[in-house]
């Protein structure tokens, strides 16, 4: 009976002390996406990585312009020979450009989130100082809140002023 007591005690005062916690809910990554820093770099990477885009485009277009060929059945045996060999040096070409392309737009993309995401700390915490709170959760691990709660669009509007995009 002691430790029933005990326990009700406990849950009451906990009951008490949660009265006077104040707490947000944001979405990170929705924010942080939102935000206009991560827009330009976005745009940046595009136009960065737009000509190697373009030349595995053109790379494709050889490949499927020799399948059609080698398919035309107007080769001769040494023409079919080259034509393939060909074939497989544009194909490995191909898998090597678009391999590096791919890790390198990973890597960069990788260094733009971490470095927003700490800025995104920091506004986070500047915000929940000013506004007075005790903790802030992200949505993406919440079950439930309500929409009062959500401070996404103001951590995106803190981060573009403290952060304006260059």
Partial sequence: MNKLLIAVLALASIGTASAQVKIAVINTQKALLETEEIKKAQLGMEAKFKPR????VKLQKDLTDIQTQLNSGKL???GTQELT????RKQRD??????DLQEEVERERTDIIQRA???MQEVVKKLADEKGLDIVVDSANTVFF???FE?????TAAYN?????K
């Fill in 85 to 88: 060999a060909e074939g497989q």
């Fill in 76 to 78: 001769n045996e040494l």
């Fill in 117 to 119: 995401g700490s800025r």
């Fill in 146 to 148: 309500k929409a009062t």
């Fill in 94 to 99: 191909l898998q090597r450009l678009q391999q």
């Fill in 161 to 165: 002023k403290t952060y304006p995009a």
């Fill in 53 to 56: 885009q373009d030349q595995m």
């Fill in 151 to 155: 401070i996404t669009s103001e951590a």
